[in-house]
């Protein structure tokens, strides 16, 4: 069994101001990811608790990386 680390809940996520996660293959010759909303999830339940459940549709590999998708940041004039 694979070890994951724990990371964020989705309502911890909800508060810094992002509601899409990147979801990215563990392995990482696939390559392969996705952007989901992540409205579905519950707030107490954390990004590392749904990884091992991913099956990548490209490679058939079992498990994902979730990250939060964060807004991009404007540097330069304001």
């Not at 991009?72 to 304001?78: E, F, K, T, V, Y």
């Given at each position: ?9 989705f ?10 996660v ?20 519950p ?10 459940d991913?099956?990548?549709?490209a ?10 998708k964060?807004s ?7």
């Open positions: 069994m694979t070890a994951y680390p724990q990371k964020i809940t309502g911890e996520m909800r508060e810094i101001g992002t509601r899409d990147l979801v990215y293959c563990r392995d990482p010759k696939c390559g392969h990811r996705m952007t989901f909303n992540a409205d579905c999830w707030d107490d339940m954390r990004l590392s608790d749904i990884e091992p991913f099956v990548c549709v490679c058939g590999k079992r498990g994902a990386d979730l990250r939060p964060f991009q940041a404007h540097i330069g004039a304001g």
